[in-house]
């Protein structure tokens, strides 16, 4: 009886070991490319495909320039994929279509693969050449975890959210020069002021103010972003714009690393009018009088200085319109933003006051909001022209 006991037990030690084998197997994946001959981005795909080193994939070439039936099979394919106006280079893997050839597409082509290695999909073209009836849930949605920027290389997405370029973006956006040296200037007048008291109020109205009037004209940016956000053209010009604004405050960076070039829209009289009326208002007897000063102070400079401001805070507006979210968290998000756009100016204020001393803040502040947010716009503006879909958290 043992002989056969040991017999047996072997036996079924080789049927599991050969079910786990052939469970832990990857899955067949066919890869089918459809290219035109005279295609030069199909010939840069098809030497892509050809060194792809993964032993499970299938790749299936479809020439279409010389073959009728290919032809009809690709008119096929991107009706199925509703991608009726697409053109060569046209790729499928399972129920993913990817149109035209770059560095992203690499990316997302390796993880498609990666991610079916292991995981169970529908082979779609297979279905349209067996004449399958094709259902809607045999498409898939393309899962992107990082994303490949030129010149600036692979960036990863995870832990990116709203929230967080909120935060981000709002506290670059706060060390604006432009608003910065009006704060500046009324903190030098108030520190030769007597009156703490005095002092705190006219600063803390002032900035309030300033991130009051920065709130409604971000509300009313997103209510005209809402209505546009669909538009293609749109999305181009305000991409572009975001580009060119980004690369302009990038090179001010590099210029002020020789000259401290300080604020480059308001014009010098317009500058000494503004020094003069945060003069007479710190110097007003009257309390009421003065808040009223410094109130129309805030608003007028924030208006003035909307155009050195206005990049960042209209990026984001654009990014919460490619999201669809309820008109409470617009204004959530709105709010976070504005919050941490004014949390500098307070930091820097409280600072100043608490320590007398404001020599040198104007300088540093100047030079890496420059950078910083010269990069957060050029980022942000390739991704509205080349990956919108990026920015479309929820």
């Known amino acids: 009886m043992k002989p056969r006991l040991y017999l047996i037990t072997f036996l079924i030690l080789i049927l599991s070991n050969l079910s786990f084998n052939i469970v832990k197997a990857k899955n067949q994946i066919n890869i089918y490319f459809f290219h035109d001959i005279y295609c030069y981005h199909c010939n840069l795909l098809e030497v892509y495909l050809e060194e792809l080193d993964y032993e499970n994939i299938n790749i299936i070439k479809y020439e279409i320039t010389n073959s009728s039936e290919n032809f009809e099979l690709f008119e096929s394919v991107k009706n199925a994929f509703q991608d009726k106006s697409a053109l060569t280079p046209y790729t499928v893997i399972g129920g993913i279509a990817f149109i035209g050839f770059n560095e992203q597409t690499k990316v997302d082509i390796e993880n498609t693969i990666i991610r079916y290695s292991e995981n169970d999909f529908v082979d779609v073209v297979d279905k349209i050449i067996n004449n399958e009836a094709i259902r809607t849930s045999d498409f898939d949605v393309l899962i992107r975890d990082t994303i490949n920027i030129p010149i600036i290389g692979q960036v990863n997405l995870e832990g990116f959210s709203l929230l967080l370029g909120a935060i981000v973006i709002g506290l670059v956006d706060g060390f604006n020069p432009c608003a910065m040296w009006v704060l500046l200037f009324l903190i030098t007048l108030l520190i030769n002021n007597k009156d703490r008291k005095r002092m705190w109020i006219l600063g803390i109205v002032f900035l309030f103010t300033s ?52 604020c480059n829209v308001t014009e010098k009289p317009q500058r000494e009018r503004i020094l003069n009326r945060i003069k007479n208002i710190v110097k007003t007897k009257s309390l009421p009088l003065a808040l009223i000063g410094i109130i129309a102070l805030a608003v007028t400079v924030n208006l003035i200085e909307l155009a050195c401001s206005a990049g960042l805070p ?34 820097v204020f409280s600072i100043a006051m608490l320590t007398f001393k404001v020599t040198g803040i104007s300088n540093k502040y100047t030079k890496y909001s420059h950078l910083i947010g010269g990069l957060i716009m050029a980022i942000i503006g390739i991704l509205l022209i080349f990956f919108p879909n990026i920015l479309m958290f929820n």
Do not use: E, H, P
Request: charged share 10%; no cysteine.
């Open 211 to 262: 991130a009051f009037v920065y709130f409604l004209i971000m509300m009313s940016w997103l209510q005209i972003a809402l209505k546009l956000s669909l538009i293609a053209w749109f999305r181009y010009i305000i991409g572009t714009f975001a580009v060119g604004f980004g690369i302009y405050n990038i090179i001010n960076y590099i210029k002020s690393l020789k000259v401290d070039d300080g």
């Open 314 to 347: 209209l990026l984001y507006t654009q990014i919460l319109a490619y999201n669809d979210l309820s008109q409470v968290a617009y204004l959530g998000y709105v709010s976070v933003y504005v919050l941490f756009f004014l949390l500098d100016d307070l930091i």
